[in-house]
């Protein structure tokens, strides 16, 4: 039998706290897997052992292994933060956008159409650019009269 990279090795109070989240079934069914990963693994059970009893891939096994033995038991039970693209649009700017819809509409116009309002915010330099769904978007979650 192979050795295991990253062994589990529960504390107590450790295997207690994730047969506790297991049997109440309230988390997260990747969580309880999670759990239930570190469980099959802490009573010596192999990643082809874990994988096929949980079907899951065993880069998901070694991956929890992995952050159990590095990070600890929250760090591998838990989810991780994702990467994503930094927003494109700040608060101050979707303010400003918000408070340009709100003003009076341009001379001409007896309201403002989210086109003028892309425009305008363009006009003003708010923005670097913006469509105007991008703009329907904004005024929709702050709830601002055009949705």
Same mark, same amino acid.
């Given at each position: 039998m192979r050795k295991v990279k990253h062994p589990v090795k529960l504390g107590a109070k450790e295997r207690k706290r994730? %047969?506790?989240? +297991? &049997? =109440? !079934?309230? *988390?997260?069914? @990747?969580?309880?897997?999670r759990c239930r990963i570190l469980l099959l693994a802490d009573e010596g059970k192999s990643d082809t052992? +874990?994988?096929?009893?949980?079907?899951?891939? @065993?880069?998901? +096994? $070694?991956?929890? $292994?992995?952050?159990?033995? =590095? *990070? !600890?038991l929250d760090a591998a039970i838990n989810e991780q933060q994702r990467p994503g693209a930094p927003p494109k649009i700040s608060g @101050? %700017?979707?303010?400003?956008? /918000?408070?340009?819809a709100c003003s009076e509409p341009?001379? !001409?116009r007896s309201r403002w159409t989210l086109r003028l309002i &892309?425009? @305008?915010? +363009? *006009?003003?330099e708010m923005v670097d650019?913006? &469509?105007? %769904?991008?703009? =329907? $978007?904004?005024? =929709?979650? /702050?709830? &601002? !009269?055009r949705t």
């Open positions: 994730l %047969q506790q989240l +297991v &049997s =109440k !079934g309230t *988390e997260k069914a @990747r969580k309880i897997t052992q +874990v994988m096929e009893f949980l079907n899951v891939a @065993r880069n998901t +096994v $070694r991956n929890i $292994r992995f952050r159990y033995a =590095k *990070e !600890g @101050r %700017q979707k303010a400003k956008i /918000t408070a340009l341009p001379e !001409g &892309s425009d @305008r915010a +363009v *006009e003003l650019a913006i &469509s105007h %769904q991008t703009v =329907k $978007r904004i005024l =929709k979650k /702050t709830n &601002s !009269g």
